[in-house]
């Protein structure tokens, strides 16, 4: 089953917040850019936790849909890992990091998503909706 673009970034939010990314943002792009429909930003507490975040949406994109990202940027100690889904890009960002490029700002047109994430100290396993 092929994933469009909202279901795809409701997965990508999904496992980051299974695997305890903070602060995760979505934003819908689609009236703004024209080379891809969402972005997802995300708080890593450090280089190895944002590796294993990306990691983790890697494998289980690959295995559970068939995706893989075009360029997956493997950047080490940079506080900053991009898959780049095509319709979703995902960024995992170190704290340091994400105030540094500050991809809200950027963006700061663009409409966030309503995100249904687990309260923390949860598991993380629960679904998230896309509003």
């Not at 496992?15 to 819908?28: E, T």
């Not at 075009?70 to 080490?76: A, Q, V």
């Not at 490029?101 to 994430?117: G, I, Q, S």
């Amino acid at each position: 089953m092929s994933l469009n673009s909202e279901e795809l970034t409701t997965g990508i939010v999904q496992l980051a917040d299974a695997k305890l990314a903070g602060d995760i943002v979505a934003l819908d792009m689609r009236e703004i850019v024209t080379y891809t429909d969402y972005l997802v930003i995300c708080t890593a507490r450090n280089d190895r936790q944002a590796e294993a975040i990306a990691d983790e949406v890697h494998i289980r994109m690959k295995r559970d849909h068939s995706l893989l990202p075009s360029n997956p940027d493997r950047s080490d100690n940079v506080g900053w890992r991009v898959l780049d889904y095509l319709d979703c890009v995902f960024h995992v960002f170190t704290e340091e990091a994400r105030e540094k490029y500050d991809l809200e700002e950027l963006w700061h047109e663009a409409p966030r998503l309503e995100l249904d994430l687990s309260p923390p100290g949860e598991s993380g396993q629960e679904k998230v909706s896309v509003a």
